[in-house]
């Protein structure tokens, strides 16, 4: 499979990456069983496809994740961009928030080590944290920032005043938020701020953790450990309910000889240039699927199609647990 993934500008201050990332969280924890080899052939596998964007966090495995992808891209280190989290106590998001400068600059000089590098290209906050100032978080960034550790500082679900306060402290580069065809929230305010302010935008979850890939329905039982089970979204009566949308999907997808997930990422990237979705996956089949995306061109009749027929569905749940949802910036 040749590369048809093109190098664009996430947003206007100076961050140039692959048109889809990949999101490496899923390799540490959150869907089930794991194999470390079996992630680390899937990036290596992504570089040769031409991706280099690869989005970690400090809380996928307290630190493990970070170092599973450090790894993974020594040899390319110099080729690829890599980006990171922080914001939760020890690194662990069941503990709660702290994005206090201490805990910021801690987080930094570990990361630095796990990811096996002298610099960390996208640092962003992970959740805002109410108890600290957005500037000075932004503050610490900007020192981090000054002492060449770290290249550009991002936000992560935050909302739009956050947006605008941090960015008048240090500029943002980027904003990693959930949106997708069955999450489009992000396009009332959020893109509009983005563009006024020359801010990049990562969707995470584009394939609606794999539900608008087709493969799950309301039969489908998820392992143990897979976070989807607190859900709202993925209960069986809501997946039953949500299945519209797949069906959608599906017919779309047939006309153009592609698959569910294709025609998702496809969306995403016919939306705004300066989008660059991370699909997570640990299997080199769901990889090589997923790039093909980038080759896929809908053009304006089928944006049309799309956004008519999705006006008449009302997705149904939450897309977080109750304990998760309050942890959002509004």
């Known amino acids: 499979m040749k590369k048809i993934m093109k190098i664009k500008s996430l947003g206007s201050h100076g961050l140039t990456a692959s048109e889809m990332g990949l999101g490496c969280m899923g390799m540490s924890d959150f869907y089930g069983p794991l194999n470390d080899e079996e992630s680390i052939k899937t990036i290596h596998k992504a570089y040769d496809l031409g991706v280099t964007f ?34 939760f106590k020890n690194g662990n998001s069941g503990e709660g928030l702290d994005s206090s400068p201490g805990r910021i600059r801690a987080v930094a000089e570990a990361s630095l080590k ?50 605008r306060r941090a960015h008048a402290v240090q500029p943002v580069t980027a904003l990693q938020s959930e949106y997708s065809l069955w999450w489009r929230e992000p396009e009332h305010e ?5 563009e006024e302010l020359g801010i990049g935008f990562v969707p995470f979850s584009p394939l609606g953790k794999g539900f608008l890939t087709g493969k799950i329905d309301e039969n489908t039982t998820f392992d143990k450990n897979d976070f989807r089970n607190t859900v709202p979204r993925f209960s069986e ?54 790039v093909a995306a980038a080759g896929i061109q809908l053009n304006d009749n089928d944006l049309k199609e799309i956004n008519e027929a999705l006006a008449k569905i009302e997705v149904q749940g939450n897309r977080y647990s109750e304990q998760a949802q309050k942890t959002i910036d509004r």
Do not use: C, M
């Open 190 to 194: 959020i893109l509009p701020t983005l």
């Open 237 to 290: 009566e809501n997946r039953k309910a949500n299945q519209a949308l797949v069906d959608l999907l599906g017919r779309i997808a047939k006309e153009k000889n592609a698959t569910n997930a294709q025609i998702a990422l496809a969306w995403l990237l016919a939306q705004k240039p300066w989008i660059a979705p991370i699909p997570g996956t640990t299997k080199i089949h769901r990889l090589e699927e997923n």
């Open 114 to 163: 796990h990811l096996q590098t002298d610099v960390i290209d996208l640092f962003y906050q992970h959740r805002v944290d109410p108890n600290v100032p957005i500037e000075d978080v932004a503050g610490a960034v900007q020192d981090l920032i000054k002492e060449g550790k770290v290249k550009h500082f991002g936000l992560s679900e935050a909302g739009v005043q956050t947006i």
């Open 54 to 87: 690869f989005d970690t966090a400090e809380a996928y495995s307290q630190g493990g994740n970070e170092e599973l992808v450090g790894k993974a891209l020594k040899p390319y280190r110099s080729k690829v961009v890599i980006a990171t989290k922080f914001g």
